[in-house]
């Protein structure tokens, strides 16, 4: 696979380099292949060639990262779960992917049930970085993320996605990332965003900064931004928001690059953002999980280039082999400047759900062009095409919505919120904006006032703390539209929380 | 102002922000000994206890607050300036 096979020609070149900076200790790209060799060889030894998907507990700790390259070079799936998250919750995913070993580098293992490698005490070994010979339709990770059915929804990339997303990358001539940059790695690596903020700079030799657990994450940002003159950025737009009310002290000349994705961009914080980095370059990057990370951008630049749709920043064209159609529900095409559901061809694309052959149905399709079928991915986003051949954002098919940069699907937390409720009461999720424009999550319930904390314990052991209402009201009667429908944009007006 | 009044006022940000009163502020409590305060609501009780005491935080001491003890002393700076 080329790609993994740049990766061992990159870390190679650049022994003497930093790889990465977690919780103010650095670590050479030495160290890396270090811990590579080390995790490989347990990989090598204690699991049969056949197990290709394994569980990684994504701990902050250098041996997270080395093991997914480790785990690459044998051709096998990384599955990660996030210690912080509910162990429920993660065995579910170790189920649905049939996991049998896990990595993980944690002082207590936990998951007792797995054959486990402790990461974190392997003896040196000798290094060994050739990669073994397998398949591009392999699977190189499986994330998965919220789903309508109060599951996790699985979706795998093969190696061939990935090496996909790297090379349109690189034939992208505004962004080149160089050995000396300094990245800012700031996502969970159950989260997608997360591959191409440790994958494009190893690729490069440059470091990657984490952020510690525990920490205030927007501030740590700022820190390592302001401390350690941090050059590329990639950031969910939530972070500025929160930062926002500091923007007057924040001046980081050194940052080349600024990447945004995972949620709207809106235009009067990307014009004082842009401000605080005088000389950085900032892409509006838009592509969901199903599209490996990336499917294109739109090159934001406060005087030159501010094109938006109602206030938020459009999100370009597709990049390199990458097609974009908007559809009408019967799947054809609308016409320019009508606003559509966006589909996405290319070879960025999942090759489906992991085992769900409904929702597979629901979400691909395959459309005649020049005498040959090709596959669509329906993202549920509504866009616009204008003239010059822009995608403009609209807003959402469904009620899947973004809290800080996670998709959460509004009906897999009403399913967990009623699950534990013996009162037979309506419930309804919905996305509210605080004071500082991010999205948060409101529970109301259709009663009179009642203790909640049983429901909310429950919730608690099913779902991520994003995942979790922050605010609660009791309403005695729930509005409803005049087709009969709960009006959830009046339901919205009695969160009152700015 | 004196430290007990601005406890009590910072205790009100708390409940205001994380609709619970489940919690003992006192100068070594961290994120970890009460729910529900992390990094999201941590910005979200910044923003209230600024408005509350008609005060504007600087990032570089955000940055560097690491407890109860750590928000008082800062508040009370920022008063004195104030």
Not at chain 1, 186 to 201: A, G, I, R
């Amino acid at each position: 696979m080329k790609f993994v096979e740049k990766i061992v020609t990159s870390i190679t070149s650049h022994t003497t380099n930093q790889a990465f900076c977690i919780n103010e200790t650095y670590y050479s790209y030495a160290d890396l292949i270090s811990e590579i060799s080390k995790i490989r060889s347990r990989i090598s030894t204690g699991i049969p060639d056949s197990e290709k998907l394994i569980g990684l507990v994504t701990n902050d700790d250098i041996q997270t990262y080395a093991s997914i390259i480790a785990l690459w070079l044998e051709g096998k799936a990384y599955v990660p779960v996030n210690p912080d998250a509910p162990l429920e919750r993660n065995h579910k995913i170790f189920e649905l992917a049939e996991i049998r070993s896990i990595i993980d580098s944690s002082e207590t293992l936990i998951y007792k049930d797995y054959h486990s490698i402790a990461s974190h005490t392997i003896p040196k070994t000798s290094v060994h970085l050739k990669p073994k010979t397998f398949s591009g339709e392999d699977i190189a990770y499986i994330l998965f993320t919220s789903g309508t059915t109060g599951l996790p929804k699985g979706v795998p990339i093969t190696f061939h996605n990935v090496a996909s997303l790297v090379n349109a990358i690189e034939a992208e001539p505004e962004f080149n990332l160089e050995a000396s940059d300094r990245c800012l790695q700031m996502f969970e690596l159950t989260f997608d965003f997360s591959v191409v903020t440790y994958l494009f700079p190893l690729l490069a030799g440059s470091c990657v900064y984490t952020i510690p657990k525990g920490s205030i994450k927007y501030f740590y940002v700022f820190k390592l931004i302001k401390e350690k003159k941090l050059t590329v950025l990639t950031m969910v737009p939530s972070i500025i928001n929160y930062l926002r009310p500091y923007f007057s002290e924040i001046n980081a000349p050194d940052v080349r690059y600024c990447s945004f994705g995972g949620g709207a961009l809106h235009s009067d914080i990307a014009k004082e953002w842009s401000a605080c980095l005088p000389n950085s370059k900032i892409f509006n990057y838009y592509g969901p999980t199903e599209f490996t990370v990336y499917s294109g951008f739109y090159p934001y630049h406060p005087e030159t280039h501010t094109k938006a749709h109602n206030g938020v920043i459009a999100i370009g064209t597709p990049q390199k082999n990458t097609s974009y159609l908007v559809v009408d529900v019967n799947n054809k095409e609308v016409p320019l400047g009508t606003p559509g559901e966006l589909c996405l061809a290319g070879p960025q694309m999942t090759p489906g759900y992991w085992k769900n052959e409904e929702k597979n149905k629901q979400s691909f399709f395959y459309r005649q062009e020049n005498g040959m079928d090709v596959r669509y991915y329906k993202t549920g986003d509504l866009c616009i095409k204008d003239k010059d051949g822009d995608y403009l954002y609209v807003g959402r098919v469904d009620f899947q919505v973004k809290i800080r940069g996670y998709r959460v699907e509004l009906a897999e937390v009403e399913f967990h919120a009623k699950a534990k409720s013996d009162r037979k009461v309506n419930m309804v999720v919905v996305d509210i904006l605080n004071t500082l424009g991010n999205a948060e999550l409101g529970l109301a319930i259709e009663s009179e006032a009642f203790d909640t904390q049983e429901i909310f314990n429950h919730m608690k052991t099913k779902m991520p703390d994003y995942m979790i209402p922050t605010h609660i009201r009791f309403i005695n009667e729930f509005p409803h539209s005049i087709n009969g429908k709960i009006d959830r944009k009046k339901l919205k007006e009695y969160f009152d929380i700015k | 102002m004196n430290k007990e009044e601005i406890l009590s006022k910072v205790e009100h940000a708390f409940v205001t922000i994380l609709e619970h009163d489940n919690f003992k502020l006192e100068d070594e409590t961290t994120a970890n000994d009460v729910d529900g305060w992390e990094s999201v609501t941590h910005m979200m009780i910044i923003t209230e206890i600024e408005k509350s005491f008609g005060i504007k935080f600087k990032l570089m001491d955000l940055m560097n607050m690491n407890n109860i003890g750590d928000l008082i002393q800062t508040i009370q700076s920022e008063i004195q300036v104030a």
